[in-house]
């Protein structure tokens, strides 16, 4: 835990069919850990500030620097407590960048275990950043160039069998400005908009260092693929390289067994002396590896993520020589630009991609083993199938090996962004790329290599990196260039918009195409608990908003995020926050609106264009306010539980723009039997029965199903009707022929792309949408806008998509007197002519509702077991929700037990809004503490939070988390609505 294509051609489908693996570095059972410990101690000083040889058995190490390992310089001087904690207030902004930002050396003592007698003795490294030189008792072994390298360094000759030997790392920071004249390395380490500079750009070594042994004969990266003739059968196929690491021929034998099947297979080998010999089988030679009913690995949502176990050894003389476990799952991919979209398909079955973007998996690198567990479940718990491993920054094995495990497919890049600039040394990028792939190519969850970040290669590295995948993957996955552009629909935008914005047409993103389509990036500032806020803010900064929650960004730091908009969603929305523990209260309300409404928003497209959506971003990397669906704590937000909502596999929603409820069916299968039913309850709790709906239906795989549309101001009521209405130009057509109520007659202007038309309402009223009827002369590109005095004109709208006919288009409500349609592009050659032109009024209260009142949706089957449910609220004045602060206080009842298992400590809750309050209960938080300290416990998996019970309703709530979180202390769980905050 974390302490304190371009596409040769518009249709072209790719069928790639592959196998995947892991292999694990420990697979042999006397593999030695140099990770830092007690008994393994490493140190760590400037380069600089060395002046006598490292290596030399002499040194006195007193003055030298504990060392984390695997870790970077910086955490090392962080842990020993030279430099304040990083993660509070400013206190990474004040640290002396030019004390990190150089070469450091790393020295630690080793011994050689008896049991490596009589074998050959490996060092080896998984990655250091940026550049290493490694020496063992003064001998330099090797320079690993490039933070994906591994360094297996044979030190038979060179170890001292008995006593200490030297070992000595000199690190070499990367060059500066790191995109893209340092790549490859940690780009983000120099401050982005959403984690600060990290002083010394997070170099150290980095990852994993161990010793190992074998015998003559080694084995290098095995590659296990298959063929699915069908998904009834797949034909494996094993290859690799094995090295004779002697000055003699040797005959040996490669023995594999594959569980389940107890499948087993042996085949001779011969390697000369000095050199590798390829080996491949395949089922030509040994028929039993050709599968019959594999069982296949899907994404989460769609099946099993199957996963198969691979025992290799390599014998000399009936004697071990080398040996490794492999996972592997068999699966299929296929791809298709169909309509200018990516779409991706699974062993036949089309996939809508619902996932998150990493920047980091923690801007230190402080996030290794077991914590990837952590937090690759919490995006299956949020129903997500991809992560996008953003400019390839997340480099452990245990990230992939989760994702193998939790079936979230990955989205994996190289390390270029945008900038049109090339490494200063692309023979050792193209290395890198070529070793990344190499190391990961075998993860059934990688779905898709991507080469740059919202830009494209310089040459020559686009094709360099095309044939990298198409020679070391074989092509078994799609080749992306750019991150947002080609079958893309762009990235962005970063900040919280009305839900209703992700429903129209269309979300902007920048490049890529028009449309939903696949988004690799669309996000929302994500504002914290206040139990979160305080660990890093200090007491006197934390209210009202200043300079100190900018150093967190949330301010002109992270101006994509919109931290101006978000306060105002807030304020306009839930009332002026009182106080920090009010704003992070009422903050979460817009999380889980805005983190739900974008990812409903796309799957109420599915089926038209849209074929995926992920986040930006979906965990954290550094305390901040920003992009993120839980927190850096683990404490889970609001946005986690909109997002977890929208992305159930089956699951109901609301369109906030045409009032239509779907049924979204994302799994493989068909559902039948299903019973939708919206209900409609005011702020008392009481349902309005009159809006209450039901039908049944079937819901088919890979579809956004419509089944009734609710029936809130059913009719637009027209303000434009008989006002003044005027215009640039008229030549032949009065302006007030476009509001005379007759569809008969028209206006028509110049022949000029310039040209408007505007109607005075006679007074501010509040409007959110017009309505335009046009002739065959219409507006191909053309703005509305308005204005309270007919001088000073606001954008609210702008389309490059007009078309002859009706067309209505909507827009957030927004006071004005005056409305009008300016012209950009004409659509014909002649100018622009309308038949009708209707304004719409905003903010008209539907009949018997409250100001606020809430949607109630339920999806059952027919057992009447409950499939999905999902809850609105809205607004008669649609922005407007302060009516929330008018709830009473509500006694809500409630039970939990609690179970112990497997380490795992199991808390069953049930809350409820009991029939005789006068009251919905909103926003129910549940939290969990422990009894002692009120030490909220993290982390820990929730089904679900921030719900809202109508009277008389229940809800159970299913929570674990490792028991030794408490270490023996009692906890305690607490579920406050937001009802019982408020201040009258």
Request: glycine letters at 8%.
């Given at each position: ?104 050396w790393?020295r ?88 600060p ?55 040996g ?8 099947g ?82 991706l398909?699974?062993?036949g ?55 193998d ?110 449309g ?11 504002f ?19 300079e ?27 009332g ?28 109420d497209?599915m ?60 799994s ?73 109520g ?48 007919n ?25 004005a007197?005056?409305v009008?349609?300016?012209?950009i ?69 409630l ?24 009251s ?7 939290m969990l ?56």
């Amino acid at each position: 835990m974390l302490k304190t294509n371009s596409l040769p051609g518009k249709f072209l489908l790719f069928f790639l069919l592959n196998v995947f693996l892991t292999v694990s570095v420990f697979a042999q059972s006397d593999t030695i850990s140099l990770a830092s410990s007690k008994k393994q101690v490493w140190y760590v000083k400037a380069e600089a500030e060395v002046n006598k040889n490292p290596s030399d058995p002499s040194l006195i190490v007193q003055n030298w620097i504990p060392a984390v390992v695997p870790g970077t310089v910086f955490t090392s001087y962080v842990n020993a407590g030279i430099e304040k904690d990083p993660n509070f207030g400013d206190n990474i902004y004040k640290v002396d960048r030019a004390k990190y930002d150089r070469n450091f050396w790393y020295r630690t003592e080793i011994k050689i275990p008896a049991t490596y007698a009589q074998k050959r003795i490996w060092l080896n490294f998984i990655g250091v950043n940026r550049r290493a030189d490694v020496y063992l008792n003064g001998e330099l072994l090797g320079t690993m160039d490039g933070f994906m390298i591994r360094g297996k360094f044979d030190v038979t000759t060179i170890a001292k069998k008995e006593g200490k030997n030297i070992l000595t790392v000199l690190v070499y920071p990367p060059l500066q400005p790191l995109a893209n004249v340092g790549s490859p390395n940690y780009v983000s380490s120099a401050g982005w908009d959403w984690m600060p500079y990290v002083p010394g750009l997070n170099s150290g070594i980095t990852d994993k260092v161990y010793l190992s042994c074998s015998g003559d004969l080694t084995m290098q990266d095995p590659w296990i693929r298959a063929e699915l003739p069908t998904n009834a059968r797949a034909d494996l196929s094993i290859a690799l390289q094995v090295k004779n690491n002697t000055n003699q021929n040797i005959d040996g034998v490669l023995q594999g067994e594959i569980m389940p099947g107890n499948i087993k297979f042996s085949q001779k080998v011969h390697v000369n002396h000095g050199n590798l010999s390829d080996i491949k089988l395949t089922k030509r030679d040994f028929e039993q590896l050709m599968i019959n009913s594999p069982k296949l690995w899907w994404p989460n949502g769609y099946g099993d993520p199957n996963l198969y176990d691979l025992h290799l050894r390599l014998l000399i003389d009936n004697n071990v020589s080398d040996e490794q476990d492999i996972k592997f799952g068999i699966k299929r991919y296929s791809y298709d630009t169909i309509g200018h979209v990516l779409h991706l398909a699974i062993n036949g079955t089309p996939v809508f991609i619902k996932g998150g973007d990493w920047g980091m998996s923690e801007y230190m690198l402080r996030c290794h083993g077991a914590e990837y567990d952590t937090k690759i479940r919490l995006h299956k718990e949020m129903n997500f199938n991809m992560i996008r491993n953003w400019i390839g920054s997340t480099t452990d094995e245990e990230f992939y090996e989760a994702c193998d495990k939790y079936g979230i497919m990955i989205w994996d890049e190289f390390w270029l962004n945008s900038n049109p600039n090339l490494p200063a040394d692309i023979n050792a990028f193209n290395a890198n790329a070529v070793e990344k792939i190499k190391r990961f190519r075998n993860h059934p969850s990688i779905a898709i290599w991507c080469a740059d970040n919202e830009g494209w290669p310089e040459p020559p590295l686009n094709n360099w990196l095309r044939e990298d995948v198409r020679v070391f993957d074989a092509a078994d996955r799609f080749y992306q260039p750019n991150s947002h552009a080609e079958s893309l629909t762009g990235s962005g935008p970063w900040m919280a918009k009305d839900p209703r914005y992700y429903f129209t047409a269309y979300p902007t993103g920048l490049g890529g195409n028009k449309g939903w389509g696949l988004r690799t990036e669309l996000g929302t500032a994500v504002f914290v608990n206040f139990e979160s806020f305080k660990k890093f803010m200090p007491k006197d900064k934390q209210w009202p908003r200043n300079e100190m929650w900018n150093q967190h960004f949330f301010g002109p730091g992270a101006f994509n995020a919109g931290p101006d908009q978000y306060d105002q969603m807030i304020s306009q929305g839930y009332g002026a926050p009182k106080d920090i523990e009010d704003y992070c209260r009422k903050a979460q309300f817009v999380n889980v609106e805005s983190n739900k409404a974008m990812y409903e928003g796309w799957l109420d497209h599915m089926g038209e264009d849209a074929s995926g959506i992920m986040t930006w971003m979906s965990q954290s990397a550094y305390p901040s306010m920003v992009w993120q669906t839980y927190d850096y704590y683990y404490d889970l937000t609001g946005a986690y539980f909109g997002a977890k909502k929208a992305c159930e596999p089956v699951h109901i929603q609301w369109n906030p723009v045409s009032n239509a409820i779907k049924v979204v069916n994302t799994s493989r299968d068909d559902v039948s039997g299903l019973t939708a039913t919206a209900e409609v309850y005011n702020l008392d709790g009481r349902l309005v029965k009159q809006y209450s709906k039901s039908m049944q239906l079937t819901s088919p795989s890979n579809s956004a199903l419509e089944v009734f549309k609710m029936n809130f101001n059913a009719d637009q009521f027209d303000l434009a009707k008989g006002k003044n209405m005027f215009a640039s130009s008229a030549p032949d057509n009065d302006p007030a022929n476009a509001n005379d109520g007759n569809s008969g007659t028209r206006w028509a202007s110049k022949s000029n792309d310039d040209e408007w038309i505007a109607v005075d309402l006679g007074k501010e009223e509040v409007v959110n949408g017009v309505g335009l009827n046009w002739e065959d002369a219409y507006g191909k590109t053309f703005k509305i806008e308005v204005s309270s005095d007919n001088s000073h004109w606001h954008q609210v709208y702008q389309t490059d998509e007009g078309r002859v006919g009706w067309q209505k288009v909507g827009f957030p409500e927004v006071s004005a007197r005056y409305v009008r349609m300016h012209g950009i592009e004409r659509g014909s050659w002649w100018g622009y002519s309308l038949y009708d032109f209707e304004v719409y009024q905003g903010d008209v209260a539907s009949t018997g509702l409250s100001d606020v009142h809430f949607i109630k949706l339920k999806l059952t089957n027919e057992y009447g077991k409950l499939i999905s449910d999902n809850l609105y609220w809205r607004g008669n004045k649609r922005k407007d929700y302060t009516a929330l602060n008018t709830l009473k206080k509500v006694n809500l009842q409630l039970h939990y037990q609690t179970r112990k298992a497997d380490g795992h400590t199991y808390v069953i809750a049930d809350v409820t809004n009991p029939a005789s309050s006068q009251s919905a209960a909103f926003g129910i938080r549940l939290m969990l503490t422990k009894a002692s300290t009120g030490e909220q416990i993290l982390p820990a998996i929730m089904s679900d939070n921030y719900f809202s019970l109508m009277n008389g309703e229940n809800r159970k709530v299913e929570i674990s988390f490792d028991s030794d979180l408490v270490a023996g202390d009692n906890i305690k769980l607490t579920a406050e609505p937001y009802n019982n905050h408020i201040t009258k």
